[in-house]
């Protein structure tokens, strides 16, 4: 019930946020709009676009909106831009990749049906929270709270459980794998199944230290293995999978909780799809904490991400998004169109979004960064295929809230159209199942 509700909120205000522009012409929802014709497509050579590496605007799109431009340009004039067309990578499907991540992350381990924590796992947890002081701040529910729930749940647990061994995973399902140290892992695919999650030890919450609150009393500290060397082992975890997670974006000081303690120091590694070096959209790993989610692109599915937690002995903890293996390369070096025509829509479009806006008469808006990307978006009608197509990142806050979480909106490098952040009706619906 929660998940439909939730699903109903997102889709709701996704309507609300796509306010459109009064020119049809700025409106791009599918991807077969952008794409260039055949003729084009065989074109010999493109012309280069003149792309400045700082852009500098003033105007005022709406009366209520000013739209204050001072933005470093992130374009690199020497790469060729491709459009490729690409097919979800089904983990439950792929045999080869399938087997490769479950000799990966636990090597001769058997796979069963998650169950159901019994009382003795139960009461393991409650005596960890009668010792509980406060440590963790906004991370735990209150000791009280805590308490009351796992008795509820230590109550209605089972003695022992049957355990019911798995030959290959389903979507929408999660999986433990015992392994031969005894320790218990877990395996959840998501409901798009070229989706998944990896915990190493069930025990374990990993966090990167972003969720924290100001209030929260969490002391963290360097983990017991280099940034330089944890990143390499999360680069060879991708490698060894195989997926296109090629490109890293980012990284954070992170850490994980073990029976309402601090467990254990870790680096949170992002990775992204690159095509020809560009990067595709980034997105936070929890929509919680992004206004923008989610930022695929009118797509079949979410844009290819890879967060990879490392501690020292290896990866704890590894989530994906969006895993996808080029089908073929639609256009080789796709015309741009001038960026003065994208960035007239980026700023007239911000104007166009905000100017409902209540709580004042006007509004500034500083656009502190356009960078071009790659987007995902979907064929018409076929969820099967997605297709990465260059945009324009518009990066920009309200000028009197900098200090606030970003705003991005997404326009066509090849159009010059405003591209409308949507997800496909499926993919809510399958979360609200």
């Known amino acids: 019930m929660k998940k439909r509700i939730l699903a109903m909120l997102m889709l709701l205000c996704l309507l609300a946020a796509c306010v459109p522009t009064p020119e049809e012409d700025y409106i791009v929802n599918r991807a077969e709009e952008q794409l260039p014709s055949e003729t084009d497509g065989l074109a ?8 400045p590496d700082h852009a500098t605007l003033n105007v005022d799109p709406t009366e209520h909106v000013t739209v204050v431009v001072d933005a470093e340009v992130n374009f690199n004039a020497e790469s060729a831009h491709p459009i490729l067309e690409v097919e979800a990578l089904n983990i439950t499907q792929d045999e080869e990749t399938l087997n490769a991540l479950l000799e990966l992350i636990a090597p001769g381990a058997a796979m069963y049906e998650g169950w159901p924590d ?6 393991e947890l409650l005596q960890s929270a009668m010792r509980y002081d406060g440590q963790l701040g906004s ?3 209150p000791k009280d709270e805590m308490i009351t729930l796992l008795e509820m749940q230590y109550n209605a647990a089972p003695e022992a459980i049957d355990k019911t061994p798995a030959d290959k995973p389903e979507a929408g399902k999660s999986y433990r794998m015992e392994r031969s140290d005894g320790v218990i ?19 374990d919450a990993c966090f990167a230290d972003d969720v924290l609150m100001p209030d929260d009393p969490i002391v963290l500290t360097d983990p017991e293995i280099s940034e330089t060397d944890a990143r390499r082992k999360a680069e060879e975890f991708l490698k060894s999978l195989g997926v296109e997670c090629d490109c890293f974006v980012g990284t954070k000081r992170g850490f994980s909780i073990r029976n309402y303690e601090l467990h254990e120091m870790l680096w949170e590694f992002e990775f992204v799809r690159s095509v020809n070096g560009t990067p595709s959209i980034r997105r936070p790993n929890s929509f919680m904490t992004d206004s923008n989610m989610p930022s695929s692109i009118g797509a079949p599915w979410f844009v290819e991400n890879a967060w990879v937690y490392v501690g020292k002995d290896g990866v704890v903890s590894a989530n994906f998004d969006g895993l996808s293996r080029v089908k073929r390369v639609a256009v080789k070096d796709v015309q741009l169109c001038d960026f003065n025509k994208a960035l007239d829509t980026g700023v007239r479009q911000i104007g166009y979004l905000h100017d409902g806006a209540m709580d004042k008469s006007h509004h500034t808006y500083m656009v502190t960064n356009i960078d071009l990307c790659y987007g995902l978006q979907a064929e018409e009608d076929n969820l099967s295929v997605g297709v990465y197509q260059p945009m324009w990142e518009f990066t920009y806050a309200d000028a009197e809230e900098l200090d606030e979480q970003p705003n991005k909106i997404y326009i066509s490098a090849i159009t010059g159209g405003y591209v ?14």
């Open 420 to 433: 409308e952040p949507r997800v496909t009706v499926q993919a809510l619906m399958k979360r609200a199942e």
């Open 44 to 51: 010999e050579k493109t012309v280069p676009i003149s792309v």
């Open 185 to 203: 892992s877990v395996l959840t695919v998501s409901t798009e199944p070229n989706g998944f999650f990896y915990q190493r030890d069930r025990r």
């Open 139 to 141: 991370l735990v529910l």
């Open 118 to 123: 019994t009382k003795e796992e139960i009461a």
